[in-house]
């Protein structure tokens, strides 16, 4: 069964810093070629990508993070990581990590789907 588990949420004031983690090796100990993800959702907002890394190792980033967020996976595929720097208060959403086979980074970043693999979520609140 696959459990995608998100961690490292909080509250900071904006221009602070935070790293998310998700224990993905539920997923990745079962598939060979796959793209994993950071999503974030506002209150009255749709979901949207973040973040994507795949399997040919490319990234993929939304506009609004370019510069500032980082995605990245341990060797062992066992936890991938998203690093905000910079953030700002239109940063604060409930972001959530993704997976699903076959993807690339590219495409993956732009589609949100119930056939996702997607964890609980941890919520990132900046402050002005």
């Known amino acids: 069964q696959v459990q995608l588990l998100e961690s490292g949420g909080g509250s900071v004031q904006g221009g602070g810093s935070l790293r998310l983690s998700c224990v993905v090796s539920s997923f990745t100990n079962q598939h060979y070629t796959y793209a994993l993800g950071w999503f974030r959702q506002a209150p009255g907002k749709v979901r949207e990508g973040v973040a994507t890394w795949d399997t040919d190792g490319k990234t993929s980033y939304a506009i609004s993070v370019k510069g500032r967020f980082t995605i990245s996976i341990d060797n062992a595929k066992t936890t991938l990581y998203l690093q905000m720097n910079r953030l700002k208060p239109e940063d604060t959403a409930m972001y959530y990590c993704?997976?699903?086979?076959?993807?690339?980074?590219?495409?993956?970043?732009?589609?949100?789907?119930?056939?996702?693999?997607w964890g609980q979520g941890t919520q990132v609140t900046v402050s002005t």
């Open positions: 993704a997976a699903e086979v076959g993807r690339i980074a590219g495409s993956f970043i732009r589609g949100v789907s119930s056939d996702y693999y």
